[in-house]
């Protein structure tokens, strides 16, 4: 195993994002925002889903100034750190699309290609990706031995499965990240507290910490102000340790030594007896959560729900089995959906 540093500086990029045809402005300000990073120390640095891109534009797009991913790469070399950031790349399927999450080491090199095992439906990622509405799932989970720990790879409402996060615990995940999208125009939710939330609960019943952002995605009347879905958040097993909502770096230390004492230990003598140090910090979680696990009663989790959606829908070749798909689920509600707003979302494939 690697010698681990007590303490890992991280980096949370939360930027004014550009959609669809000015989506070549983000790369850029990637390069800006990781060398501020750099120069207050981070690690590791952390950017929105699909940030710089492209991902909701056309994935050809001239005007982008350079590959983002490339010059990243340098960028990761010159400072000596860890960057996490993604793009929406073609599939071997025709008319279909992969979402990545990439993982850069100090050496400039990928060291991991996350793919999001489990996409959004259709309907969403028309919404999302400028049209682009089939994402294939990835293989499995991700999650990368590094010398500043064990890092596991997810992308945004992944936090919410609860399963999905446990697997990468399972694997000896210390941090995990999941970068947001973020809302690009009016819609009616508004979960910036629930999204929270679930980041606190996942660190706290996983033991890790649990770092995100997202686009703040600006023109055409886009307010994020009014409209953010977590902003920038790093949750702890114990607290949340550090949050912002304006564009920018977040820097936050994780006290990884902490984090080790804390998944070593269960209910004992010692931490079940009055404190000998008069210093003693109380522990804001329950110690032994990782290891009091009991799989004969998670069978049922892996069964088929009448609700479960087939993410499979695409393997005969046919991209629009999943309106029956939806059908289903819906129960037969779908198709008034459809007829009363005109659906479903146009869908294009770049």
């Not at 690009?184 to 952002?213: I, M, P």
């Not at 886009?222 to 920038?232: H, I, V």
């Not at 479960?308 to 991209?319: I, S, V």
Request: hydrophobic share 35%; with cysteine.
């Amino acid at each position: 195993m690697l010698a681990r540093p007590a303490n890992v500086r991280v980096g949370i990029v939360l930027p004014e994002s550009h959609f669809g045809e000015e989506e070549w402005r983000n790369a850029e300000a990637a390069i800006r925002y990781a060398d501020e990073a750099a120069a207050k120390g981070a690690q590791l640095l952390l950017y929105p889903e699909g940030y710089p891109g492209p991902m909701t534009g056309p994935l050809d797009n001239p005007k982008f100034p350079f590959n983002p991913v490339e010059e990243l790469k340098k960028k990761a070399k010159q400072h000596a750190m860890y960057v996490i950031a993604g793009n929406v790349t073609e599939s071997k399927i025709p008319g279909a699309h992969l979402l990545t999450l990439r993982l850069l080491s100090p050496e400039g090199e990928e060291i991991a290609c996350y793919l999001r095992q489990q996409p959004d439906t259709p309907p969403l990622n028309a919404y999302l990706y400028g049209g682009k509405g089939h994402l294939l799932p990835g293989k499995g989970p991700c999650c990368v031995e590094t010398d500043l720990g064990r890092i596991g790879l997810q992308i945004c409402s992944e936090l919410w499965v609860p399963e999905l996060p446990r697997l990468l615990m399972l694997r000896g995940a210390e941090i995990i990240v999941s970068p947001v999208h973020g809302r690009h125009s009016q819609t009616g939710f508004g979960f910036t507290d629930t999204w929270k939330c679930v980041a606190r609960a996942r660190a706290a019943e996983n033991l890790f910490y649990v770092l995100s952002s997202q686009n703040l995605y600006v023109g055409h009347g886009f307010n994020y102000k009014t409209q953010m879905s977590a902003g920038a958040v790093v949750a702890g097993p114990e607290r949340m340790e550090a949050s912002m909502s304006e564009p920018g770096v977040l820097i936050c230390d994780l006290d990884m030594e902490r984090l080790r004492y804390l998944r070593t230990r269960n209910f004992d003598e010692e931490n079940l007896s009055k404190p000998d140090d008069p210093n003693w910090r109380p522990i804001g979680c329950r110690p032994g959560q990782i290891y009091e696990r009991y799989p004969a009663l998670y069978k049922e989790l892996a069964e088929p729900s009448e609700y479960a959606y087939d993410y499979e829908y695409w393997r005969e070749g046919d991209l629009d089995a999943w309106i029956p798909e939806y059908d289903r689920i819906y129960q037969g509600d779908y198709q008034r959906i459809l007829k009363k707003y005109g659906g479903p979302f146009q869908f294009k494939e770049r």
